[in-house]
Each structure stands twice: as C-alpha cells, then as structure tokens.
C-alpha cells in the first residue's frame, strides 16, 4: 500500500522583512498565497530504512540524502513516534528548485502527512504543524494552503480569506538563488538604515478577501526583491517584459529567481506567457490559480 499526497506551491503576495535577528533568523509580514504548481510525494513501506528518489525536469537538483526535507521530515516524525523510518519517498517534481516558490518545503509538508497516513501515526493538525516550523519557516503553510499570514520568521499562520480566484504567470530562471544568500545581500543593502518591525498591509489582506485582482496589484510588495535583483540582474528584463505583454502586477516570488505576473483572468495569463516564453528572459514559463488547498492525500 502507497500513500499519495499533492503539495502545491507558494506566492508572496507581500513580504515584510525586519531586521537580522540574533539567531540570524529575519521577522517577516509574510502573505503567503497557494497556486496551482504541485510536486507529488508517494510513501511506500520498504524494508530498510529511508530513500528518496526524484523525478521531474528540475530532478538533477534534488539532493536524494538526509537533507532532502522530505527525508527529515520522515525522519522527525519516525524519531517523535519511536519507530524505524523504513519509507521509500518518491517525489515527481513539478514546482521549480531553488526558485522561491517552496518547493522543498512542499516535500517536507507532503512527506510528513503521506508518512502520518502510512503509519497510522495519528499525531494531531498541532503536531504535524510544530515538525513542519522544527524543517523550515515556509513548511507550515504548504501544510495549511490556501492564503496565510507567516509572522515570526513566517511560521506561525493566520490562515487568510480569499474571495475569488487569482490568475498568475510565473517565468523559471536560468539558475537558482539561494534564500540565505538572497538574506544576507538584504542585510548588506540595508547597513546603516532604519530596517522597520514588519507589519501586514490592510490593502493586500482587503483585495485578497474582495478577490480583485486590480486591487492586490497595487498593493503586492517584496522587500527581497532589491537583493535578489542586486544578486541576478538579468531578472529586471524579465520582469519588464511580463509588464509590457499586460501582466497588472510583476514582482520577484519570495526569495527569487522565479518572477511572477498576475493577470486579469485566465486568458490574459495565457496571453502574457505566450509573449514571455518568445522573450527569451526566461527558461520556462508556467501558469497557475490561486488559492488552493495545501498538502492533500490524493485517492
Ligand atoms: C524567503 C521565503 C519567503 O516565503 O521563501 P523562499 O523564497 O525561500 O521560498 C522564506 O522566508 C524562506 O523560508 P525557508 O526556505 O523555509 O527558509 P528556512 O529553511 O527556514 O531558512 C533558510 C535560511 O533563510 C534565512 N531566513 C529564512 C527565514 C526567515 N524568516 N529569515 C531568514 O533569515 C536564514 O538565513 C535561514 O538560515
Ligand atoms: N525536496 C527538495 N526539493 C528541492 N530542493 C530541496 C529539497 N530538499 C532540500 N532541498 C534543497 O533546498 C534548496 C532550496 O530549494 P527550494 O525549496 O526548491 O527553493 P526555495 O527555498 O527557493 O523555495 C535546494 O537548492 C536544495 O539543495
């Protein structure tokens, strides 16, 4: 017997940054949206211990050992329940590696409710959220979906109400960024200024809820995205293509390279990927919707 789960992934609709904190952690203002670009992670029962195999066109970027976040989270859920991690996780990757959209954190979420499920742990909605935030501050809410509120480093949700779909073109980048690195160029460009405690804006939580498209792309911001400019230049040309082919909004997902466009509805989002995939400033153009659920076990 297998158990399947989809996990999809993440855009920032708003990301507050606060200053370093002394555990080198960042407090964020984090609105958190899912959209429609899932990995897959299958647990099957092995019999010795854990493996983790990937497949996907981003697969050769994955790493298969205990790092992997899917194989810690399998990991820390077998130590909490005192049982051997004989699993074999398979991932089939459709969300982009390193590309700010929560990839990895979608496998860890993923592999933890498929193992949850597998082995009859039973551990409690509280429980699997406390491993989730112990594997990384983006992992609780590719658990959750939907659209949240991260505070602290991000991890702790207030889950948010969206009143209509939103459309969203996303273009993958040539090469990854790494989010420690995209951090630590946030700090640099911020020395010697006075870094404000982040805080949620009204005007993204009031268009998430009415559901207007319009409205969210006045007021979706990234304060990551100087540093991740700073660190990959070349992203400033894909996003001003996304603008001239009539994205209302284009902006630096989380922590980059992936940029992302949202778009009046599903034909104009179609529309912009035509023009951005003949652009030739990005290597894969990708549509999706949002909000949808978070990790889900498929039948
Ligand atoms: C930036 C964001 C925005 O949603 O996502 P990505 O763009 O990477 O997907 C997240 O904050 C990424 O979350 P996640 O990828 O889970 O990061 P973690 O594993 O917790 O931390 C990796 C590293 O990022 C930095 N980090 C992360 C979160 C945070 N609030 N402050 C930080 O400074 C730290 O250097 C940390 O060591
Ligand atoms: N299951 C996984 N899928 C992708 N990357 C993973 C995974 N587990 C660990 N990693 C590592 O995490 C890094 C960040 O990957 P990812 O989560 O895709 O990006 P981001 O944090 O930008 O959303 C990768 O470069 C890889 O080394």
Redesign the pocket.
Not at 55 to 77: I, K, M, W, Y
Not at 90 to 103: E, L, Q, R, T
Not at 241 to 266: E, H, M, Y
């Given at each position: 017997m297998s158990v399947r789960v989809r996990v999809p992934a993440k855009v920032?609709v708003q990301?507050a940054v606060g200053a370093a904190r002394p555990d080198?952690?960042?407090d964020?203002a984090?609105v958190?949206l899912a959209v429609s670009l899932y990995d897959e992670i299958t647990a099957t029962p092995a019999a010795d211990g854990l493996r983790v195999t990937c497949e996907g066109p981003d697969a050769g970027q994955v790493p298969l050992d205990r790092t992997n976040l899917a194989a810690r989270a399998a990991l820390a859920l077998a130590d909490r329940y005192g049982r051997a991690p004989d699993v074999h996780l398979h991932i089939a990757k459709d969300i982009p590696v390193a590309g700010?959209?929560?990839g990895g954190?979608a496998d860890g979420a993923g592999a933890l409710l498929a193992c949850d499920a597998l082995w009859g742990t039973g551990a409690s909605r509280e429980e699997l959220l406390d491993i989730c935030a112990e594997l990384?501050?983006?992992?609780p809410f590719s658990l959750v979906g939907g659209a949240a509120l991260g505070t602290g480093?991000?991890e702790r949700l207030t889950e948010l109400e969206v009143g209509g779909d939103f459309h969203w073109v996303f273009a993958l980048a040539a090469r990854g960024l790494s989010?420690?690195a995209v951090?630590r160029e946030f700090d640099r460009l911020g020395e010697g200024l006075e870094i404000p405690e982040p805080a949620a804006d009204q005007a993204v939580l009031d268009a998430l809820a009415k559901g207007d498209a319009a409205a969210l792309a006045v007021a979706v911001s990234n304060d990551?995205q100087p540093a991740a400019l700073s660190l990959f230049p070349e992203l400033s040309d894909t996003l001003a293509a996304g603008r001239a082919a009539g994205a209302l909004a284009a902006l630096v997902?989380?922590?980059g390279p992936t940029t992302a466009f949202l778009a009046t509805d599903a034909g104009s989002a179609s529309d912009i990927a035509g023009v951005l995939r003949a652009s030739g400033t990005c290597r894969d153009v990708r549509t999706a919707a949002g909000a949808v659920p978070g990790a889900t076990v498929l039948e």
């Amino acid at each position: 017997m297998s158990v399947r789960v989809r996990v999809p992934a993440k855009v920032n609709v708003q990301l507050a940054v606060g200053a370093a904190r002394p555990d080198g952690f960042h407090d964020l203002a984090n609105v958190f949206l899912a959209v429609s670009l899932y990995d897959e992670i299958t647990a099957t029962p092995a019999a010795d211990g854990l493996r983790v195999t990937c497949e996907g066109p981003d697969a050769g970027q994955v790493p298969l050992d205990r790092t992997n976040l899917a194989a810690r989270a399998a990991l820390a859920l077998a130590d909490r329940y005192g049982r051997a991690p004989d699993v074999h996780l398979h991932i089939a990757k459709d969300i982009p590696v390193a590309g700010g959209m929560a990839g990895g954190s979608a496998d860890g979420a993923g592999a933890l409710l498929a193992c949850d499920a597998l082995w009859g742990t039973g551990a409690s909605r509280e429980e699997l959220l406390d491993i989730c935030a112990e594997l990384g501050s983006d992992v609780p809410f590719s658990l959750v979906g939907g659209a949240a509120l991260g505070t602290g480093r991000g991890e702790r949700l207030t889950e948010l109400e969206v009143g209509g779909d939103f459309h969203w073109v996303f273009a993958l980048a040539a090469r990854g960024l790494s989010t420690p690195a995209v951090f630590r160029e946030f700090d640099r460009l911020g020395e010697g200024l006075e870094i404000p405690e982040p805080a949620a804006d009204q005007a993204v939580l009031d268009a998430l809820a009415k559901g207007d498209a319009a409205a969210l792309a006045v007021a979706v911001s990234n304060d990551l995205q100087p540093a991740a400019l700073s660190l990959f230049p070349e992203l400033s040309d894909t996003l001003a293509a996304g603008r001239a082919a009539g994205a209302l909004a284009a902006l630096v997902s989380g922590s980059g390279p992936t940029t992302a466009f949202l778009a009046t509805d599903a034909g104009s989002a179609s529309d912009i990927a035509g023009v951005l995939r003949a652009s030739g400033t990005c290597r894969d153009v990708r549509t999706a919707a949002g909000a949808v659920p978070g990790a889900t076990v498929l039948e």
